[in-house]
Structures are given as C-alpha cells and as structure tokens.
C-alpha cells in the first residue's frame, strides 16, 4: 500500500514550499537586496532587476519543485533535504556569515585570499552543518520531518520578504536610475523642406546683445528677418528649473522628488507627442538630467541603453554573478569575483555634453549641415553653454585652457550661430525655417530676463524690436502651433506671436533660492517689464526642507535639487543650483546626528562628490573640534571626491557629528557678506558614511 506522504500531491506540496525557500532567497531576494545595497555602483536600474528576477524566479520554482517531486520515496527524500540544506546555506551566508574582505568587489583590485584560512574554516565548518542538518531531522524525526522542512521554509521565506519589503520602503526614493541618454545622433541634420531650429543659450542676459550689435557690424544682416524681443521673462532661476519648464512649460515647485517631476512631466501628453504624432523629425541636444523616461518615446536621439542588445543579458549575469559571490562559501567566492570593468554601461559612445567648443569644431569638421528629405519637418533644439561661467571661448570659437572673458564667450557663442546660419542661407532653408535664439535664464539680478531673438517662417530681411510681454513659458505652445490650433494645455497657452509691443499681461517667475537646510523656490508675478526685478512680488514659497532625521550609516544623500544631504548644513552652505551646491565663504558646517554606530566599528569613512571646483583652496576639516583633513581642495579631487576618516572615538554618547570645513585662504572678512556673495569655493553633489 502507498504511504501517504508518497502521494503525488504531498510530495508536490512539500517540494514546492522548499523550493520556495531556495528559488525566493537566491533568485529573488538576494539580487533585489544586493541591487538595493548597490545602487550606486550598478549601472541599470530597479524596475529591470526586479522584472527579471521575477521571470527567473518564477521559471526556476517550476524546474526545481517539479525535479524535487517527481522522483519517489529516498530520491525524493534526498533531493527535498538536499535543496533545503543549499537554501539554508545561502540564507546564512548571505545575511550573517559574510565579511569585509577590505577590498576587491567592483573596485578591480584581486582579493587576498589565502589571508582568510581562519575564517574559510569557520565558515566551511557552518556550511557543513547546514548540510547535514535536514538530513539528521530524516534520520531521527522520520515522521515529523517533512513539516518541519516545509514550515521552515515557509517561515524563512517570510522573514526575507519581511526584510525585503522594509529596505524597498527605506530606499523608495532612491531606486530610480537613469538608464536613458541624450546622443548626439543626427545633430547635424536638417530637413530640405521645412526646420524649427532652436538655440538656448545658457545665462545668457538680454542685455548682452549690445556688445554683439556694437562688434558686429554685419549683425543686423546676419539675422536678417529676425526680432528681437526685449521684454522676455524666464520661467526660472537655475538650469534644473529653467531648461525643464522651458522644453515643456510644466515648472518644478519641490512638492515631490525631482525625479518624480521629470518623470511626470515626460509622461504626459508632451509637445514633443504632438510633433511625433505629426511626423515631425524632433531631437533636442542637451544634459540627459533634464529628461524622464518617457521622453525616448518621441524625442529621436534619446535612447534607453536597456533597449540595447545583449543589455539584459548583461545585467542578468552581473546581478547574479554578484549574488553566487555573495551568498556563496568562502572557497567559493573566488570563483564569482568581479570588478567595475565586468558591469559594462551599455551607454552609447556619442553622448551629448555642453562643450560649445566640441559643438562647434565637429560642426566644422562634418563640413556644416546635412540636408535629407527623409522627413518633411525637422525640430532641432540646441542647448549651449552660451555665456555660463567659467568663460573658456575665444571670439573664433576655441577653448582657451587659460579661461578668456564674458565678452570673449558671447562673441564666440555668437561665432557659431552666425556660421550655422549663413549655412542655412547657402543651402536655400533659412527662410523657409523658424529659428529661435533663446536663453534658458538671465545672468544679472534675478537671473529673470533671458534673450529672445526670434525669426519666423518666411522671412529673411530687415531686424526688428518688439517690447511685447513674452515669457519662456509661451515656448512649448509656440512649438504646438505649428502642428495644430489647440495649444491651450501646454505652456502659458498663448505662443509668442499673440502679444503686441507693450501689451500688458501678468507674468510668472521661479526662483531657486535658499541657503544651508533652507531651499525653497520661490513664486514671483509681475505686470512690469522683464528687465526690472522691483516689479516683481512674491506669490508663493514651496520648500523642500525635510524634517530633521538621524543619518543611517551607509546611506547616499545628494546636494542636487532633492537637498537630502542639505538638512544637515548650519553654515556656509548656499542654495543648490539643482545639480550641486557650493560652499561659499571662509568656513562652512555641517552637524549631523547619526542613527546607530556598530559597537566594533573604529572608524567612520567619510566621502563627499564634487561636482567642481570654483576655487582651489586650503582646507582644514575638524570633526566635533578635532583635526581629520588638511589639504588643497583644487580640481585634481573632481574625479576622486574628499575623503577622510573621522575616529569613532570622537563621537559622544549622542552620537552627533559636527563637521567644520575651514577654507584658510578666504579672508574672514567675508562673514559680514551675505552667504550667497561670498568667495565660491567647492561644490559637493552627495555624500555617504560608512564603516568597513
């Protein structure tokens, strides 16, 4: 007669539930919680790990319980206790047996195993132990052993899922990665028929355009049929406000992540839809920061590098290969090592970066503009450094590695317009195009009164001046107008062409402001004109300032426009421009309570991200008053970021560390400046804690 437990249906039961166990710790709880853990290290993102996993996991469950339950009786019997002693193993390993072995993961240096003969023993003899263990509950609980291997497992699967859960929640706000990217594709491509080219210069002030029309006589000639607006209000402060709101006409006020905002905003029914849906050829050539996801789906040149092929596989087998690493036995490990240069990137080699002089000089060396007749309608959107700090262009259009001048910088900026215009004119497509010359923001007072050059289709000859109310805003529903009638959801709702010289209309502006632990932007309107910062008045200020939490050791925070490391900043700190925020003055400060320190723990590894260096600088650290770094803070440090360690000794029993940065070359004089005019030093994009 059948024993019961030989039943089809039982041993199905049994071996599915220490299936679960295994498939669920390795093949889904270990590479979501090594992702988790590594986020900043991996190159794809979340959402991809999390959909593979579960793939894998869900064919892997099917193979394993169906290969455990087939066989009968002590086959059966053997493979159920076998499969359960390798998932306690790995269990075990992977959240209690692991050390540091000081270096080796990912950063390329070879990791000295035979340092670790003490360690491999202990840890051999765990894993042996594992091993026999369920085989030792057959032989003494023959009756009883099935139920505790299948609540076992089901228990421990429940712990993991609880752990699981808890770090997706913790790490919510953290776990979306760019995995798109601005190319370069097509960039000097236009169509025969009919092109909207459009130029945002970065900073670049209206009232910069005098020096261009004093030194360039044929400047009216060279933009023969164009006008210029005088009275254009920007739609922000900051390129991470501005450029957005400008491409889309949606403005970022911090009531989310500003992650979340690009996503959204790339979600919707954009312009850039509109146009796509309307075979309109769109591609727009600025810092991938400025994009969502989405933003691939009608932009040309914007790719996601998932989509590229081999991408997946390549992520499958670095986030598994790191997992076998991590969850394996000591002498195993060796075997699944890797380094950085295995996690391949997948981006394209043609990127696009703001470097006007590259822009130009691969301009001249593709011998100017192609022209196709692939596509009736072309949209070309060029984001340039125009005139930004620090200034490095010649008025020929040449970085100069000494730095040149802001007068040097326009003229050279306007060097390469007139160039690509004349270009046009040779070809026969300028007057059968629109082009903008525009400015994202302003560079003096509020940064609020950008340029706005403007030539329409159709025209070729003469150079007016308009004083109508334009705003950066009226630029997404201009885009729209030329594919449909009903812009009215996009932008202002009204395109440039709809205001007359000296027409009055209510204006808005965002300033990004703020300073230490205190960023905020800041909602201005006005009727007056753009140039006068008086006629604004104050709306509306949205902070982002999160209430004051204990830092968790190991955590990644940023000084980009989600100011999570800015809670933190007492002094010296100024606002964040959206993707760093500089240091400003003689000394700055930071206090920062720290969550739990581990009792063995003997120092605490201290890295700061620089994004530049606006002046290189002596720099003495103190952590709670006493001496951790000395040294020049120059541009040699970019790549490498600050680091230093602070003994674990330092800090008290309330666990709180105080971090003065004092800049020895700035004369104390300038604490009686307001922060934000004081001597820009470093500018710090993240920072983490850690212990070994």
């Not at 202990?122 to 057959?138: E, G, Q, R, T």
């Not at 709670?624 to 000794?649: A, C, H, M, W």
């Amino acid at each position: 007669m059948e024993n019961k437990h030989d039943k089809f249906g039982n041993r199905l039961l049994l071996s599915l539930s220490v299936s679960a166990f295994f498939v669920y710790t390795f093949f889904l709880y270990a590479p979501l919680k090594l992702y988790i853990e590594n986020k900043d290290v991996l190159w794809f993102n979340f959402d991809s790990t999390l959909t593979v996993s579960l793939i894998i996991s869900a064919i892997a469950l099917i193979i394993f319980t169906l290969f455990v339950a087939l066989p009968k009786r002590f086959i059966h019997a053997g493979l159920t206790c076998l499969l359960f002693a390798l998932a306690l193993g790995l269990f075990i390993q992977g959240n209690f047996l692991n050390i540091n072995y000081g270096s080796g993961v990912f950063d390329g240096s070879e990791i000295a195993w035979k340092d670790y003969t003490t360690y491999g023993a202990i840890n051999s003899a765990v894993w042996a132990a594992c091993l026999a263990m369920p085989f030792a509950f057959f032989m003494v609980f023959r009756n009883e052993w099935r139920k505790i291997l299948m609540f076992s497992s089901l228990g421990l699967v429940l712990v993991q899922v609880v752990i699981l859960s808890s770090l997706v929640v913790q790490n919510s706000g953290t776990l979306d990665k760019i995995t798109y990217e601005v190319t370069r594709s097509g960039i000097y491509e236009l169509s025969e028929d009919d092109n909207t080219v459009v130029f945002v210069l970065d900073s670049f002030d209206e009232s910069y355009l005098e020096k261009i029309k004093k030194d360039f006589p044929d400047y009216e000639k060279e933009l023969g049929g164009f006008v210029e607006y005088d009275n254009t209000l920007a739609s922000g402060s900051g390129a991470s406000v501005a450029l957005p709101s400008l491409l889309t006409g949606e403005v970022y006020t911090k009531q989310t992540s500003y992650n979340s905002y690009l996503k959204s905003i790339w979600s919707n029914d954009t312009v850039y839809s509109l146009l796509d849906e309307n075979g309109v050829d769109t591609r727009i050539y600025a810092q991938t920061e400025y994009f969502g996801p989405h933003a691939k789906d009608d932009i040309k040149n914007i790719v996601d590098y998932m989509d590229t092929t081999g991408a997946y596989a390549s992520m499958t087998k670095t986030i598994y290969k790191y997992a076998a690493y991590t969850y394996a036995p000591h002498y195993l490990k060796q075997y699944f090592w890797l380094d950085l240069d295995t996690i391949s990137s997948y981006k394209s080699k043609n990127a696009y970066s703001l470097n006007d002089a590259k822009f130009y000089s691969d301009y001249v060396r593709a011998e100017g503009f192609t022209y196709t007749d692939s596509y009736d309608r072309a949209v070309r959107i060029y984001n340039l450094d125009g005139a930004r700090s620090p200034y490095t262009l010649t008025k020929n259009t040449i970085k100069s590695i000494n730095g040149t001048t802001l007068n040097e910088q326009i003229y050279g900026c306007f060097n390469c317009l007139f160039t690509m215009l004349d270009d046009m004119k040779e070809n026969g497509v300028y007057e059968n195009s629109t082009i903008i010359i525009t400015a994202n923001i302003g560079n003096k007072d509020m940064t609020q009164h950008p340029l706005m050059l403007i030539k329409e289709k159709g025209k070729s000859e003469g150079y007016e001046i308009s004083h109508a109310p334009l705003s950066i805003f009226d630029f997404a529903p201009t885009l729209a107008s030329t594919v449909t009638d009903d812009y009215s959801n996009f932008g202002s709702g009204k395109t440039f062409s709809e205001f007359e010289s000296n027409a009055k209309r209510t204006r808005y502006f965002y300033l990004n402001t703020g300073e230490n632990a205190d960023t905020r932007i800041e909602q201005y309107s006005t009727r007056g004109d753009a140039n006068d910062p008086e006629s604004m008045r104050l709306l509306n200020s949205f902070y982002s300032t999160p209430q004051l939490s204990d830092y968790k050791l190991g955590t990644s925070l940023t000084f980009a426009m989600d100011a999570t490391a800015n809670m933190y900043c007492v002094e010296g700190f100024c606002s964040t421009t959206g993707w760093r925020t500089p240091l400003a003055g003689p000394q700055a400060q930071m206090v920062i309570p720290i969550a739990s320190i581990p009792n063995d723990a003997q120092d605490i590894h201290v890295y700061f991200e620089l994004h530049s260096v606006e002046k290189a600088s002596d720099c003495i650290i103190y952590a709670n008053g006493r001496q951790v770094y000395s040294g020049s803070i120059d541009k040699s440090l970019v790549n490498e970021g600050l680091n230093f360690t602070v003994p674990s000794s330092l800090i008290g029993n309330n666990n709180e560390l105080t971090l003065s940065f004092d800049f020895t070359d700035i004369d104390n004089a300038e604490f009686d400046l307001d922060q934000n005019k004081r001597t820009k030093t470093v500018s710090f994009k993240s920072f983490k804690m850690y212990t070994q």
